[in-house]
């Protein structure tokens, strides 16, 4: 019988693929996807799935991957940025396809609440040619989810499920379905349909072009990409894609009178576009993200005699989170008669550190002990403890991807700056710092790489950490670190002295040294 839950976008999509009967789910926590793994770690024994994070987002990838393959469902979810570390399997499953279905789960984060960029997924999904799905609100993540299983599993691809910050974290009414057994095993035969050798790679790469009209037909007729021609003038047309089609009817009042064409289903249903663009002579087009519609609809010449109006001709701004407002601004309404009075924004207060984070004090040690150096080069990455760039501390100065602060640490040794320290967390380093500890090691660079050991991943929620304590002191060893140059650090305000004296020691060091300054974060510690 269909049950009603009150679900975030991400439980939705969660709670889809748990009845859609996967067998696994695999996930690196992000901001914001985190909220879907974790939802189904806490009903993994009552569905009986395989549910642990993951090292990083390629591994999470490959490990769903192989479910697929033995047969069974399975989701994989990550946040945007997620996708570029998993990109390599997730263009080549694109290749070899999948066989039990497959369902790519990806936050994106427009307007950059906690990301480093606003990439837009859908870029990917057309890259592999492979369906997306946007939902526009909670019970269409339920929806598409079991949808995208079906598809994924019927025509062998890998289907992508893009939502935003807005969705991901907003909670509604879902009415659910019957939950379904999960497959058997079905292994693929062997034969070399999963085996990229050119030989067999370019045979699949012409097959999965030829699956294209299949999978253009079913965006063409799908009910998520709904064409209205009637409305009160055909002056104007609307083009809403995901969760802004919810912000163009907010816009106008609850109705769009216009003709207009709300897309979900992906590759965008160019026949309907035609139809919408021949009917009218403008055409606005609402889309969060990228202006990825827009510019196939612009191509290299647009078309003749019709006014193309969206993020590229400043009608929408080009960068941030759409709003119901700013759509509203854009359509030439008056959002403070609409809306009432528009709300004060709070006062802007940058994040900080939690009082007695152990990363304070890790970085004061730091400071001091570089002071006396002209030119200290102090790289970083990706936690709280990037929060260290702040006054007063400002003790780091670049922060680009995952695993960067170790890399970054390297070429700028190459380039002759010296001291050079990097500072990384403990996940971090274990989701893609090993491999940039690896070359240092290897040409033994005059650096001192600090793992900052909290035990957590804390910045996503103080989830499960792969490699803390005494099993990271053998680690960073097992990768070929002196271990006379392994230290270990307290980072405590009543270690102070001893703590710049040890990194002073390292850096005086020629050659490579790690410092694992080990202190539980007090968050985790409370939970
Ligand atoms: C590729 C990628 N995946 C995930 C994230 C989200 N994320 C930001 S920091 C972080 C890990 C932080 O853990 P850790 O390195 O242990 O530092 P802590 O926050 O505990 O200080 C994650 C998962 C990201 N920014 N980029
Ligand atoms: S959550 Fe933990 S690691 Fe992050 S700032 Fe607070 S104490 Fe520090």
Sequence with gaps: MAKRELLLGDEAVAL??????????????????????EFIERQQKKYSVHAKWSANEKVAYEEALGMSYAGKRTIVSMKHVGLNVAADPFMNSGVTGVNGGMVVFIADDPGMHSSQNEQDSRYYAHFNLIPCLEPANQQEAYDMTRLGLELSEEHKVPVMIRVTTRLAHS??????????????????????????????????????????????????????????????????????????????REALGGTIDVP??????????????????????????????????????????????KLIRGKLDGFLPRTGELTPTVVANAMELNPEKRWGATIDPL??????????????????????????????????????YTLGFYPPLNAIETCVDMGASISMASGAVHAGLFPVLCTIGDSTFAHSGMTGLLGAVRENNNMVVMILDNGTVAMTGTQETMATGDELVNLVKGLGVHPEHVRLMDPLAKNHEASVQLIREEIEYEGLSVIISRRACIQMKRR
Excluded: W
Aim: glycine share 8%; net charge neutral.
């Design 16 to 37: 889809a693929a748990l009845h859609s009967g996967i067998s696994g789910a695999y996930a690196y926590p992000g901001t914001p996807s985190t909220e879907l793994f």
């Design 171 to 248: 909670r509604a009414d879902v009415v659910t379905a019957e939950p379904k057994a999960q497959n058997g095993i079905k292994k693929v035969p062997r034969g070399g349909s999963f085996t990229l050798l050119p030989v067999n790679a370019r045979q699949l790469y012409k097959k999965v072009t030829e699956k294209q009209p299949t999978l253009k037909k079913l965006a063409e007729d799908s009910p998520y990409n709904e064409l209205v021609l009637e409305g009160k003038d055909n002056k104007v047309g609307i083009i809403s894609t995901g969760i802004a089609h919810n912000y163009v």
């Design 260 to 305: 207009h064409l709300r897309i979900s289903h992906y590759p965008v249903p160019m026949e309907k576009v035609r139809q919408l663009v021949d009917a009218v002579d403008e055409v606005r087009i609402v889309e969060e993200g990228a202006p990825y519609v827009e510019e196939m609809l612009r191509g290299i010449v647009a078309p003749a005699g």
């Design 347 to 384: 006062p802007k207060r940058p994040p900080a550190l939690c009082p007695g984070c152990p990363h304070i004090d890790t970085y004061k040690a730091i400071n001091e002990a570089t002071s006396a150096y002209a030119q200290p080069t102090v790289t970083s990455d990706i936690g709280c």
